[in-house]
């Protein structure tokens, strides 16, 4: 059996029946991260005492024939932008390089509760802000498809560990694509759950009003069963919402015959590659010989989100980041006189390139003068695209797009022009500013081997259907392939 | 040319961030550049559209439902006994760049 290489469902089945052990799917992934990782540099933090305790208490449970919780023994990475008690959270900046919480995230806790390993922290975009993982303060993530090319971001380390096999599933967080993006272009499955579907404690914040927390796996239904574990109310975070948690692994089977699909010519206009465009129809054709019925809608404010989303969230950033100010924990500059002094410098050398941009940017949109023209006017617009998709969800269960215009871009290629990296958000922003859920699924490849990923939006709260649709999708085009 | 030096240097002392000549030089191209691009948010009339602050704005509530049920991003119930304990004053200083006596150390706030 190759320990690295199960879904949820085969490690705890063999864990289960005793033919492995939470300890030996631990040991065995870490033996391949030692192998893989320093090429790929998807991890900044291991913390293997902890992952051992965790796998050794599932072992006992078997040894004890107890009955096994959801996620038993299933090795795990998480994003560095979720706090973990004890083990150092960076979100990927200089400022918290030393950082230690204090406490759990929930969706963490929530894992861990249920039986899953987490063996450490993946590398990210610094605070999540980027496209490509180039901003991490620490160093780059390679994809393992094609190692001179970006892994996408500001996910990139965790897509990259469970593509590359050093975790059977990941968390990362989504504020305009960081979940989907990295997924595309490294060949997984990535999920943005609705807004509020999962608890957002313990995330270090980039922009609240757009933060999720989701999945990234290497099949659909392993993404059914890190959500059925990580969502629900929680006391902790107000926005989390009141909702009833379905069965999102039972649901998987239900057939698609009836199921209306969106297209949204929006989603395929300029810009978008002729190879990922031929692969997301060709998807869609696949779609509709499986029972569902093609429906042509219109998003006509899809051309603002990018501005809308890039005001919203960098106002938002601006407003979060301000916490980061040297005192109660991260980087204080050395050799200062005074608080103020300390402030500034504190934050001019923890902040990078980006996160000072973005800082800037959204001081700016705040600012007297300037804060009816920008913040106001985005957060109007977002209304706007909001408003699109309520429409377009009379007429349609969901909508099918390309997650990104392009497979995976090089590495350096957009680094030095930030509204080119802004614009490879284009097919992701809009679902996080109207709070909608979103999947991206692998649809094929490129001439040159890269992965291209199938988006599906779906209602709000509505997770069950477009992970049906994509379950089906996958399990189509792998009988074909 | 919309944001100048000017404005940087504003900007930058609202965000307390100090920046160097670079860096201020390379936010003034990269602001313009970003701003000229948000400015197509003009083509727009929004002159009778709300503003979303929050995806509860437009999802949030249940007019079927009452009280503070009819909030889907619903506020707990008021807790009066069995309060979760707050951080231990050690845990909360452990992180401090300067701690001392169970405050956390600055320097002086006040010039004379």
Known sequence: ?481 | MKVTDKDVAYVADLANLELDDDERAGMVRDLNSILDYMDRLNELDTSNVEAMTQVADRYGVDESKQGSDRFVYSYRDDQREGLRKSLPQKAALANAPDADEGFFRVPKVIER
Request: proline fraction near 5%; glycine fraction near 8%.
């Open chain 1, 1 to 481: 059996m190759e320990l690295t290489s199960l879904t949820i469902e085969g490690v705890r089945a063999a864990v289960e029946s005793r033919k492995t052990t939470a300890l030996a799917l631990a040991e065995a992934h870490y033996a391949r991260i030692q192998e893989q990782d320093g090429q790929i540099g998807a991890y900044l933090t291991l913390c293997k005492d902890r992952a051992m305790e965790h796998a050794d208490r599932i072992d006992r449970m078997a040894a004890e024939g107890k009955s096994l919780p959801a996620l038993a023994g299933v090795p795990v990475a998480i994003k560095d932008v979720m706090s973990t008690r004890g083990v150092r959270s960076t979100a990927g900046s200089k400022s918290l390089a030393n950082y230690i919480p204090p406490y759990d995230c929930t969706a963490v806790a929530r894992l861990e509760a249920a039986g899953a390993v987490m063996l450490g922290k993946t590398n990210c975009d610094e605070f999540a802000m980027g496209s490509s993982n180039e901003n991490s303060a620490f160093h780059l993530v390679r994809n393992p498809r094609d190692l001179s090319r970006v892994p996408g971001g500001s996910s990139g380390g965790s897509a990259a560990a469970v593509a590359a096999d050093m975790a059977v599933a990941a968390l990362g967080s989504d504020t305009g694509g960081s979940i989907r993006q990295p997924a595309s272009f490294c060949g997984v499955v990535g999920l943005m759950p609705t807004y509020g579907r999962v608890s957002r404690y313990g995330l270090i914040a980039f922009a609240s009003s757009l933060d999720h927390i989701g999945p990234l796996t290497r099949t659909v239904k392993d993404a059914a069963s890190v959500l059925q574990t990580i969502a629900g109310r929680d006391a902790m975070d107000s926005t989390s919402a009141n909702v009833p948690v379905p069965d999102y692994v039972s649901d998987l089977e239900k057939p698609l015959r009836g199921v209306k699909l969106g297209v949204a010519k929006e989603y395929f206009g300029e810009g978008v590659d002729d190879e990922v465009r031929q692969a997301v129809e060709s998807a869609i054709d696949k779609l509709k010989d499986l029972g569902c019925e093609i429906v042509p809608v219109s998003l006509p404010h899809t051309p603002y989100a990018i501005p809308a989303y890039y005001l919203i969230a960098t106002a938002e950033a601006s407003s979060n980041l301000a916490r980061y100010d040297g005192v109660r924990y991260g980087h204080r500059a050395a050799g200062v006189k005074t608080l103020s002094e300390t402030y500034r410098r504190s934050r001019d050398q923890g902040f990078g390139a980006e996160v000072k941009r973005r800082i800037m940017l959204g001081t700016y949109a705040l600012s007297t003068g300037y804060y009816d023209a920008y913040y106001l006017k985005a957060q109007k617009v977002r209304t706007l695209l909001t408003r699109d998709f309520e429409e377009a969800f009379r007429k349609v269960d969901a909508i099918v797009t390309p997650t990104s215009p392009t497979a995976a871009f090089r590495l350096g290629e957009k680094s030095n022009d930030p509204l080119a990296m802004y614009l490879a958000d284009i097919y992701t922003v809009t679902a996080d500013l109207a709070g909608i859920p979103g999947i991206s699924v692998p649809c094929g490849l490129t001439k040159e081997r890269l992965p291209i990923g199938l988006q599906i939006l779906g209602k709000h709260f509505d997770e069950a259907k477009i992970l049906r649709i994509a379950h089906a999708y996958e399990q189509a085009s792998q009988i074909s392939s």
